[in-house]
């Protein structure tokens, strides 16, 4: 049996529009959403999207909603060193948030 691996390349330097990401905060943060987990948190475990650019460091990042209230998106600014990961393909991260979540 022969298993592949993908390495995680980007071929880009840095994400664009329509690219999905993982990010962090800098420094962390406290604030909480509406079903009491903490945004730090939920932006580390979840795939976001680029929706927005503001030159080439700041990027509008969307994100699904699972709130109570259920809001449609919640939207973030981060820049560019607080994107951890990004990649065209969703299956990608998927894969590196499973991989992180069991320590492989």
């Not at 993908?6 to 330097?13: A, M, P, S, V």
């Not at 329509?18 to 990010?23: A, N, R, S």
């Not at 959403?33 to 948190?41: A, E, Q, R």
């Not at 979840?46 to 209230?69: A, Q």
């Amino acid at each position: 049996m022969i298993t592949s691996f993908k390495i995680f390349e980007n071929d880009t330097i840095e994400p664009q529009i329509g690219d999905y990401v993982l990010t962090e905060f800098e420094g962390g943060t406290i604030s909480k959403l509406d079903n009491g987990v903490l945004i730090d948190d939920y932006i580390k475990n979840e795939i976001g999207k680029v929706v927005k650019m503001s030159g080439s460091l700041n990027f509008l990042v969307e994100y699904p909603s699972y709130l109570p209230r259920d809001l449609d998106k919640l939207n973030w600014w981060f820049k560019k060193r607080e994107i951890l990961h990004f990649s065209k393909d969703k299956e990608e991260l998927k894969t590196y948030i499973d991989a992180k979540k069991y320590n492989l």
